[in-house]
């Protein structure tokens, strides 16, 4: 949910419809191809033992990918104007490669079969709400603050749960989890859809389509990591 997204609908502008369509079409692409770069990178790692050994044996290098991911995230998001759209690709697939090897993890928790159930779970919630939320009449603006609080509330909650080791509130968080990234994938949509009408030429719907692939890419790793918690199966 970045501040370079305007908050309402830009119909002054003329902007064709095709020219939103292009749009979501880059989005969904670049989104499609950060989480196959995502998949394949953290299938590798997880049958490399050169490579676990080097990630998960190492506080410094995987604190180290989750800071640099932190850091990439916050570049999109604050300077995606100033960036030229090769930039922001390279940014972007670059964040999900580090991505996936810090979810190589996984495969070592649970079997494939169920990570692959959860995937395909996942891919229809996720399409499910995001058609809603480009085709939706209603204005979900209203539920942006009330989500981002509940978000902030549930990275909070599940830091403090890490020194509680409460199996009841890791259910608790877990649940909400869902619930919080469904009603992110519609709004975020729509949000994409207000920023599609307010861009001006076709390097802007570039890089900007990078930066709207990044935030669904978000919710479905999210939404996908919290199902895999209720319905994946532990080796």
Do not use: C
């Not at 749009?23 to 969904?28: A, G, R, S, T």
């Not at 991505?99 to 995937?119: C, D, M, R, W």
Request: aromatic residues 16%; hydrophobic residues 50%; positive net charge.
């Amino acid at each position: 949910m970045s501040n370079n997204i305007p908050s309402r609908f830009d119909t002054s502008t003329g902007k064709t419809v095709a020219l939103v369509q292009s749009f979501f079409m880059q989005v969904y692409g670049w989104m499609t191809s950060g989480l196959l770069a995502t998949g394949i990178l953290a299938y590798y790692t997880a049958h490399s033992p050169f490579l676990l050994s080097m990630i998960f044996s190492s506080k410094f290098v995987f604190y180290g990918l989750l800071i640099a991911n932190l850091g990439i995230v916050f570049v999109l998001s604050r300077s995606i104007q100033s960036l030229s759209a090769t930039a922001a690709s390279f940014l972007f697939f670059t964040y999900a490669a580090l991505n996936g090897l810090t979810l190589a993890s996984i495969f070592l928790l649970y079997t494939q079969e169920s990570i692959a159930t959860v995937f395909f779970i996942t891919a229809g919630t996720f399409g499910a709400m995001t058609t809603y939320g480009y085709l939706t009449k209603s204005d979900l603006s209203k539920w942006g603050s009330i989500l981002f609080m509940s978000l902030i509330g549930l990275i909070i909650a599940s830091l403090v749960n890490l020194f509680l080791q409460s199996p009841a509130l890791m259910w608790v968080l877990t649940y909400l989890g869902v619930l919080i990234f469904v009603g992110l994938t519609a709004y975020d949509t729509q949000r994409l859809k207000e920023m599609a009408h307010s861009l001006n030429d076709e390097e802007e719907v570039g890089k900007f389509a990078v930066l709207g692939a990044l935030t669904l890419y978000l919710d479905f790793i999210n939404l996908f990591l919290y199902l895999l918690r209720i319905f994946g199966k532990r080796r």
